[in-house]
């Protein structure tokens, strides 16, 4: 059965400081991976995707996801944390029983401070 | 949110009454799809449409239904059949890309409480 897991469900970090937000996934085949973010009471925004190619994927608002298939892993990463990053961040992955809809995990709420 | 519009934002219904929520997309996406958000749950898929005319059930598509006649449109009715309905329910729609990937795009989500 395809999965994600998000094993934290809240990741502290003071501004300024690298934050790391943990994404694993189970899926047969090559897996099609993204990260989405959610600030309150809105939509999700697209924040970069993992299809095929370089490890090291690039994404908006200076987030970065390193792909590790040998750990089945797709971590989102950022160098330098902002108060502004406060916000609710899901991992997915495609299904591939349902078209292009896609997997999510629970989420991980992530809470930067000042 | 891009050029996806759900309306109403915020819902109330009584318990036994059908409600029909709005979502409408003008960026020409030809797939869109309906997900359930439940407080640490994640996103559950509700239902999915590849193209006009044409609808799939998802994961937890019991007690909904939905409709595509335009391709700017898939409205989802939440019956009085599904037992749990007050969540977020978010609308996406997406594009298939050149290098044979695609994107999601997220509507604003409409807050359904059912009472």
């Known amino acids: 059965a395809q999965s994600v897991a998000q094993p934290e469900d809240q990741v502290n970090v003071a501004e300024g400081n690298p934050l790391t937000v943990k994404c694993t996934y189970s899926?047969?085949?090559?897996?099609?991976l993204f990260w989405y973010v959610q600030y309150p009471n809105r939509g999700l925004q697209f924040l970069l995707k993992?299809?095929?190619?370089?490890?090291l994927v690039k994404g908006s608002y200076g987030f970065e996801a390193e792909f590790n298939k040998s750990q089945t892993s797709f971590h989102l990463k950022k160098p330098s944390a902002l108060v502004s990053d406060s916000a609710l961040y899901f991992c997915?992955?495609?299904?591939?029983?349902?078209?292009?809809?896609?997997?999510f995990g629970k989420g991980t709420t992530l809470s930067v401070s000042s | 949110d891009g050029g996806i519009t759900q309306s109403p934002k915020y819902l109330f219904r009584k318990e036994g009454q059908n409600v029909t929520l709005s979502c409408e997309q003008n960026?020409?996406?030809?797939?869109m799809y309906w997900y359930r958000q439940d407080p640490g749950q994640g996103l559950r898929l509700i239902y999915y449409?590849?193209?006009?005319?044409?609808?799939q059930k998802g994961d937890i598509a019991e007690g909904y239904s939905v409709s595509r006649e335009k391709k700017e449109s898939f409205p989802l009715t939440v019956t009085s059949a599904q037992k749990n309905p007050t969540a977020f329910y978010l609308c996406?729609?997406?594009?298939?890309?050149?290098?044979?990937?695609?994107?999601?795009?997220f509507g604003p989500g409409t807050r359904l409480t059912v009472t």
């Open positions: 996406a729609s997406s594009i298939s890309l050149a290098d044979g990937s695609y994107e999601q795009y």
């Open positions: 899926v047969s085949g090559n897996p099609y």
């Open positions: 993992y299809i095929t190619g370089d490890n």
């Open positions: 997915a992955v495609r299904d591939r029983r349902a078209g292009t809809a896609l997997i």
């Open positions: 960026l020409n996406h030809d797939a």
């Open positions: 449409s590849q193209i006009v005319n044409d609808f």
